[in-house]
């Protein structure tokens, strides 16, 4: 399954409560009958967060978050053909945004499921590797290190997380800034503010392997728009 992920940035000066409604009621519906994609989600972004403690920044470095799934890339290009564009501009969503391209074609692995409710509070991390690492050796010391650890402190941590997924951008050709993103559902925003240590066992791989610095982490409230 191919995911494609879209970052968003709205203009200045747009009110961000009319911004989401416009997204919500009026764009997210055009997409999902244009791309008619087998999934489509999409993510408002209220703050940086972390992993506990005071956020990195206090500015959101993306508004919203687009998540859209397709059974390959077959199927996003007869779905989209020369007509990607379309998706920004056909309901004038393009004058309420800035352009940007930091979209990800990647692969979702899901960790922990469930079906968070509604008012989840939902936490993502954009991931970038380090210098000299190659997205293999990320991927792998991901799947392989980190993920499996992540899943044991959820299945300790009394409910508060409720699910879990990586989504690594290792479909399409490199470029933009990121290599993937985390995604973490928690029950609700304090649960989400007590953060959730990566884990607790000794000797994960990944955390030498990306770029620390770079790392942006926002949290928010996800709408399924296609399910």
């Known amino acids: 399954m191919l ?5 968003v940035i709205k203009q200045e000066g747009v009110d961000r409560e009319a911004f989401y409604e416009f997204w919500r009621c009026v764009h997210a519906p055009h997409v999902a009958n244009l791309a008619k994609p087998e999934r489509y989600c999409v993510t408002f972004f209220e703050s940086a967060a972390s992993l506990g403690g005071a956020p ?7 508004d919203g978050l ?33 352009p940007l391209s930091d979209s990800l074609f990647t692969t979702e692995n899901i960790i922990v499921d469930s079906h968070p409710p509604a008012d989840a509070c939902k ?45 690594h951008a290792d479909q399409g050709a490199e470029g933009g800034p990121w290599d993937g993103i985390a995604s973490l559902w928690y029950a609700d925003a304090d649960a989400a503010a007590r953060g959730l240590p990566p884990s607790d066992e000794p000797g994960d791989p990944f955390p030498p392997l990306i770029d620390a610095a770079a790392t942006v982490i926002l949290q928010g409230r996800e709408i399924v728009v296609v399910s």
């Open 66 to 98: 687009a998540e859209l799934w397709f059974r390959d890339f077959d199927h996003f290009n007869d779905a989209l053909g020369d007509h990607r564009g379309a998706l920004r501009t056909i309901d004038g969503f393009n004058q309420l945004t800035e």
């Open 123 to 167: 936490w993502v991390a954009f991931v970038k590797k380090g210098d000299g690492v190659s997205r293999d050796d990320l991927f792998a010391a991901w799947s392989d290190g980190h993920s499996p650890r992540v899943a044991n402190t959820i299945a300790r941590a009394e409910g508060r997380c409720l699910r879990y997924t990586t989504s």
């Open 56 to 62: 990195a920044a206090d500015e959101m470095a993306y």
């Open 3 to 7: 995911k494609w992920v879209v970052p």
